[in-house]
């Protein structure tokens, strides 16, 4: 099955700053890589998803790039807010093998 | 978000008892995944429903646990016999199918279960 590793587990920014969040993946027919944010006691919630025919997407200050050759893909937030603190969570393979998480603390 | 529910929200159970966990899925998804996430740990993978099929149980444990998805009605994740390393956030996840574009997760908000 799929093997998702995630980097850091934890990460502080000051507030404007970027944060880089990043994922290696083990199984090369994954095809769909989507990020989710869980704040706490809540469900996650979908902020970006990449598919293998594209190399990078972006929404607004989210963008998210993909190395299918190196097999890994990360998350990138611009102009980081404190709204941002949460754990952001990357998932790879059709049944969502989740990796184990970055929580993220942006400080005003 | 679609609107994935599940119920109950928070569920207490003494330890040998039965939890059952119920997830109505997004209206028109037939996939339905349960994942559980213990306190500060990551979502780990159970099973994965379509209807009145199990397609992928790799990641439910053999005994005690047992999931289903029927033709009418919610999907059911059962636990008999709980014990207290049962207790963790059960989140259920839809989707409406497998293929580009249809393979996003709009997850529920979760029971949380707490055996005594």
């Known amino acids: 099955g799929e093997n998702v590793e995630q980097h850091p587990s934890t990460l502080s920014v000051q507030e404007g700053d970027s944060a880089v969040i990043k994922c290696t993946y083990s199984d090369s027919a994954s095809n769909y890589f989507p990020w989710y944010k869980q704040e706490l006691g809540k469900r996650p919630q979908l902020i970006i998803d990449?598919?293998?025919?594209?190399g990078e997407k972006k929404d607004q200050r989210i963008a998210v790039t993909l190395n299918k050759t190196a097999k890994h893909f990360s998350l990138h937030i611009t102009e980081t807010q404190p709204e941002d603190s949460a754990v952001y969570f990357c998932?790879?393979?059709?049944?969502?093998?989740f990796g184990t998480g970055t929580s993220l603390t942006v400080i005003p | 978000n679609a609107g994935v529910m599940q119920n109950p929200r928070h569920l207490v159970r003494r330890r040998g008892q039965e939890a059952r966990l119920r997830c109505s899925p997004v209206k028109g998804h037939s996939h339905v995944y349960w994942y559980r996430q213990l306190p500060e740990e990551g979502l780990k993978f159970m099973v994965y429903l379509q209807k009145e099929n199990i397609i992928d149980e790799s990641g439910m444990p053999k005994e005690r646990f047992s999931a289903e998805f029927p033709k009418e009605g919610p999907s059911i994740l059962r636990i008999q016999q709980v014990v207290r390393g049962d207790s963790a956030a059960y989140f259920c996840?839809?989707?409406?199918?497998?293929?580009?574009?249809?393979?996003?997760?709009?997850f529920g908000p979760g029971t949380r279960l707490l055996v005594l």
């Open positions: 990449i598919r293998s025919n594209v």
């Open positions: 996840a839809s989707s409406p199918g497998l293929f580009a574009d249809e393979e996003t997760q709009y």
């Open positions: 998932a790879a393979g059709n049944q969502f093998y």
